[in-house]
C-alpha cells in the first residue's frame, strides 16, 4: 500500500487523487470516478469532493493508496 502524505487535516478526493498522481488534472479524476474504479475504505465512491481525512483508504483501479 502506497502511502500519501497530505498537509492539511483533509482534503477532497479529487484534490487527493491529482496529489497521488492517479490523475494529472481534474477533469481526468471526474472520469475516473465516473468509470466506477475508485473507492474509499472499500465503498465505491463517485464524488469528487468527498472529504478525505489521514487513514482512509482509497482504491484506484486496483492500488491502494492510505492518506497520512
Request: charged share 30%.
Amino acid at each position: 500500500m502506497r502511502e500519501v502524505t497530505i498537509t492539511t487535516d483533509t482534503i477532497r478526493l479529487g484534490q487527493f487523487l491529482k496529489l497521488a498522481d492517479a490523475v494529472d488534472v481534474g477533469s481526468d479524476a471526474k472520469w475516473l470516478l465516473g468509470e466506477g474504479v475508485v473507492s474509499v475504505n472499500g465503498e465505491p465512491e463517485a464524488r469528487r469532493g468527498r472529504t478525505l481525512v489521514r487513514g482512509d483508504v482509497v482504491t484506484v483501479d486496483g492500488v491502494d493508496l492510505r492518506v497520512t
